[in-house]
């Protein structure tokens, strides 16, 4: 809830866009948007969470070797965190970069680079089997439990604010001018307000340009910070069920340790790998031992995320 929360104002930005493309639809213009937004939150009903992440994450059903390897790396990890059969959905997708995902209430994908690591035996099935106790624990935190929905209501301003900032920073002085964004806004909000236009004029435009400012400085560094807290409670689930050693070994792997700058650790979307290994290898608080027992309810108790 914390990130759909967090995506409200990208959200808001989203649908002014939708109500001047459905402008021209007259009287039916609200009714329009207002399925665009109830769409949103029918991507919550399994069926619709099947084919959107087939669609727009590009999962697919395993075939062949992929099927019967991703079979034996889905028992084993469905018996290890005590998910009840068909708890979740499990997808390959054609990626030659192995990485693995969670998305929405029960999806859970690998890379065929992935599976090709284990084939290869350069990653092994314990290993294998904690990066999806750490996909496992997203669900278990319910952490992806609202992204379809998130996505499919900012959708409309992402895909805007993406462009705008691939033009603006191709611009001569780019750097500088995203640097004077915030006090322009800063200052076109307080003469606005400060004007002599009637309040009815005056709110609008304000609460519009409030509503810009947070969609393009606040949401992103926000909804960053959001997802870097959920892959440490995704690490801490996988911990409990003790793979924190196999899981510090893949993520040597997986995602090798590499220099950001302070703009790129603000907003990433990861921690970075040394900070995990750091928390992963760390001796349990008060010396209690990590076991599957400290787990709580696992999957199967009223907590359930990616």
Same mark, same amino acid.
């Given at each position: #809830?914390s990130r759909?929360l967090c995506?409200?104002?990208?959200?808001l930005? *989203?649908?002014?866009l939708?109500t001047?493309?459905?402008?021209?639809l007259?009287r039916?213009?609200?009714?329009a948007?207002?399925?665009?937004?109830?769409a949103?939150?029918?991507?919550?009903?399994?069926?619709?969470?099947?084919?959107?992440?087939?669609?727009?994450?590009r999962f697919g059903? =395993? /075939?062949?070797?992929?099927?019967?390897w991703?079979? /034996?790396?889905?028992a084993c990890?469905?018996q290890?965190c005590?998910a009840?059969?068909?708890?979740?959905?499990?997808y390959?997708?054609?990626?030659?970069?192995?990485a693995?995902?969670?998305?929405?209430r029960? *999806?859970?994908?690998?890379t065929?680079?992935?599976?090709?690591?284990?084939?290869s035996?350069?990653?092994?099935h314990?290993?294998?089997v904690a990066?999806?106790?750490h996909?496992?624990?997203?669900h278990?935190?319910?952490?992806t439990?609202y992204?379809l929905v998130?996505?499919?209501?900012?959708?409309?301003?992402r895909?805007?604010?993406?462009v705008? #900032?691939r033009i603006g920073?191709?611009?001569?002085?780019?750097q500088?001018?995203?640097w004077?964004l915030?006090p322009?806004?800063?200052i076109?909000?307080v003469?606005t307000?400060?004007?002599d236009a =009637?309040?009815?004029?005056?709110?609008?435009?304000?609460?519009?340009?409030i509503?810009?400012a947070?969609?393009i400085?606040?949401h992103p560094a /926000?909804?960053?910070?959001?997802a870097r807290a *959920?892959?440490?409670?995704?690490?801490?689930?996988?911990a409990?069920?003790g793979?924190?050693?196999?899981l510090?070994?893949a993520?040597h792997?997986?995602?090798?340790c590499s220099?950001l700058t302070p703009w790129?650790?603000l907003?990433a979307?990861h921690?970075t790998?040394?900070?995990r290994?750091?928390?992963?290898t760390?001796p349990?608080p008060?010396?209690?031992?990590?076991? =599957?027992?400290? *787990?709580?309810?696992?999957?199967?108790g009223r907590?359930?995320?990616?």
């Open positions: #809830m759909l995506a409200v104002p990208a959200a930005a *989203s649908a002014v939708v001047i493309v459905l402008g021209g007259g039916w213009t609200l009714p948007v207002a399925g665009w937004v109830a949103g939150w029918l991507l919550l009903a399994p069926a619709a969470e099947r084919a959107t992440v087939r669609i727009t994450h059903a =395993p /075939a062949g070797a992929d099927a019967e991703l079979a /034996a790396l889905r990890t469905e290890r005590g009840r059969p068909g708890r979740f959905d499990w390959v997708r054609d990626d030659p970069e192995p693995a995902y969670a998305a929405g029960r *999806s859970i994908a690998v065929t680079g992935f599976l090709r690591l284990i084939h035996g350069a990653l092994t314990g290993q294998a990066v999806l106790l996909e496992a624990g997203h278990a935190t319910q952490a439990r992204a998130a996505g499919w209501l900012t959708w409309p301003w895909a805007v604010y993406r705008s #900032m920073l191709s611009l001569p002085y780019a500088l001018s995203l004077l915030p322009v806004f800063v076109a909000i003469r307000w400060r004007s =009637p309040p009815e004029r005056v709110i609008p435009v304000v609460a519009l340009l509503i810009l947070l969609a400085f606040i /926000a909804d960053a910070a959001f *959920s892959e440490f409670a995704a690490d801490d689930y996988a409990r069920l793979a924190a050693a196999e510090s070994q993520l792997l997986l995602a090798p220099r790129q650790r907003r979307s921690p790998t040394a900070t290994l750091q928390r992963l760390a349990p008060n010396g209690a031992a990590a076991s =599957p027992a400290a *787990s709580g309810h696992g999957l199967t907590r359930e995320r990616r």
